[in-house]
């Protein structure tokens, strides 16, 4: 009995040790839009900023997670001590596939990509096109979600207009071959208790906001995940305070 006893004792101190803040890991999560040498207006980054951000990631010693990694780690409520950095991208930008892929293979560090499905091959030329986001897929390093149909912005529609966002967005990445595509960042990064209600009730696991904030905390809420825009304007000091 005190054999029984005690096992219960060390697992109930195990278990406080595991959700401890104090013994808990950081992410922090940031976003890139266009990756080109040309297109540098807005939320954007030259190829030779981003190469630039990942070597300040790699001499930083910050391990780079995937967006299922983050999910994983609210589920057990356990994010590891070392934390690290979660790298997405957002609409779904034709230079994600061309420039920011190969500098991604070279450090070997997953990101995600968060579609928007309008634009895919029916968008301006500078987007994405469905085989681009294949090729994406089958690199093994990113992961593809969903960033609505078409980028309207959720706190200015009604409740029906914002379910046909998230459910069909949802069903256009399944049929092009994103089966697990069940994680949504909100237009504009806007989130409410309203929009939360409908990405769960859609069917999303998890869903990203876009702001100041970088940081994912093990008792984060899942459909208010944290993220912060990183573009070309922001020195390398902003950058590592990001």
Known sequence: MNR????????????????????????????????????????????????DVL???????????????????LED???PPEGGVVLT???????????????????????SLFATTDSIDEGPPRYCRWDDLQELSASGLFEIYSHSVTHADF?????????????????????????SADCIAYPFGHCDKRIQKWAKRCGYRAGFVAGSAAAIGWNSNRYSLA????CQLFDQELVCRK
């Open 227 to 230: 993220r912060t825009t990183i």
């Open 89 to 111: 991208f957002d609409d779904g930008w034709a230079g994600v596939h061309e420039y920011a892929l190969p500098l991604l293979q070279k450090y070997r560090m997953p990101a």
């Open 77 to 79: 409520r356990r994010i």
């Open 55 to 73: 070597q300040m990631i790699r001499i930083g010693e910050k391990k780079t997670w995937a967006v299922s990694d983050i999910l994983h780690f």
């Open 4 to 51: 029984i006893y005690s096992i219960f004792v060390a697992f109930i101190i195990l278990q406080g040790c595991a959700r401890n803040p104090e013994s808990q890991g950081i992410v922090h999560a940031v976003i890139f839009h266009e990756v080109s040498p040309t297109h540098l207006h807005g939320p954007c980054v030259s190829p030779d900023y981003f190469r």
């Open 155 to 179: 706190k200015e529609i009604d409740d029906s207009a914002l379910q046909n966002e998230m459910v069909r967005s949802l069903e256009i990445l399944k049929k092009h071959g994103f089966p």
